[in-house]
C-alpha cells in the first residue's frame, strides 16, 4: 500500500519525527478534505474525535462570546487547527472557518494520542507547537489591548505580507468585519486607517488586492503603536 503520508509535502514538523512505520499508521488514521471559502472545518461546541491540520489554504478560529462572535487568529497552512483541545476538553471550545479555499487533513483523535504517548520526539515538537502558540497569543494580547487602531491593522498587514504570503503585494481574503473584528476596532475605524494608509503612500488597494508601498513606515507604525 502507497504511504500516502510520507509522500506529503505538506507533513508538519512533528508529523518528519515519525518512523516511516508509524507514517504508515497514520496513513489510516487520517483523511483529507477540501474546504471551499466559508465553509466550515470545526463547529464551536461539537465533540471533538479529529485533530485537524491545515494542508493548504486559510482559516480563522473564531469563539462565540456573549454579545458576539471573536476572531482571534488567523492561520496559515502547516499548523495545526484542534492542539487545545486534544489535550483538554473533548468539546470543541472554538470554531473555525476557511478564508479562502482550503485542504484539511483530519487525524484520528486516538492514534495521534497514541503516537504522542510511543514516539517521544513526536511529542516533544507538539508541547513545543503549543508553547509557540502560548507565546504568540500573549504577545497579541498585549498589542491589541495597548496599540491604537494604526498600529493593530500595521501589524495585521505586516504579518499577511511577511508570515502568510511572503510577499509584499496579496489579496487580503479577510473583510473589514473581521479585521476589525480580529484588532478589536469597528469597521468604520478600520475603514479609516486602510484610507489612511492609502492616502500616506504606505499601501495600494485595489478591490481586494493589497501592495504594500512603504514597508519601514508600517514597521514603525507597529513598533510603535499608533
Request: charged share 25%; proline share 1%; glycine share 6%.
Amino acid at each position: 500500500m502507497e504511504n500516502k503520508c510520507n509522500l506529503c509535502k505538506y507533513k508538519s514538523i512533528a508529523e518528519t519525527k515519525l518512523t516511516e512505520e508509524e507514517l504508515g499508521e497514520l496513513s489510516c488514521n487520517c483523511l483529507t478534505v477540501s474546504f471551499k471559502k466559508g465553509d466550515s472545518i470545526i463547529r464551536q461546541g461539537t465533540y471533538s474525535t479529529n485533530v485537524a491540520y491545515l494542508k493548504s489554504g486559510l482559516a480563522k478560529i473564531h469563539i462565540e462570546g456573549p454579545y458576539h462572535v471573536q476572531v482571534v487568529r488567523i492561520v496559515k497552512p502547516s499548523n495545526y487547527l484542534g492542539l487545545p483541545t486534544t489535550f483538554g476538553d473533548k468539546v470543541n471550545q472554538y470554531s473555525v472557518t476557511a478564508v479562502e479555499n482550503s485542504e484539511v487533513c483530519f487525524i484520528d483523535i486516538t492514534y495521534f494520542r497514541k503516537m504522542l504517548t510511543l514516539n517521544h520526539d513526536f511529542s516533544n515538537q507538539i508541547i513545543v507547537e503549543l508553547c509557540k502558540g502560548e507565546i504568540e497569543s500573549y504577545q497579541k494580547c498585549v498589542n491589541r489591548t495597548q496599540k491604537q487602531v494604526r498600529g493593530k491593522v500595521a501589524d495585521v498587514l505586516l504579518d499577511f505580507s511577511d508570515n502568510i504570503y511572503h510577499s509584499d503585494k496579496f489579496v487580503f481574503q479577510i473583510n473589514q468585519e473581521d479585521l476589525g473584528n480580529l484588532v478589536d476596532a469597528s469597521r468604520e475605524s478600520i475603514s479609516r486607517v486602510l484610507n489612511d494608509f492609502g492616502r500616506e503612500g504606505l499601501i495600494k488597494i485595489s478591490g481586494k488586492e493589497v501592495e504594500i508601498l512603504n514597508k519601514s513606515m508600517l514597521q514603525m507604525i507597529s513598533k510603535h503603536g499608533w
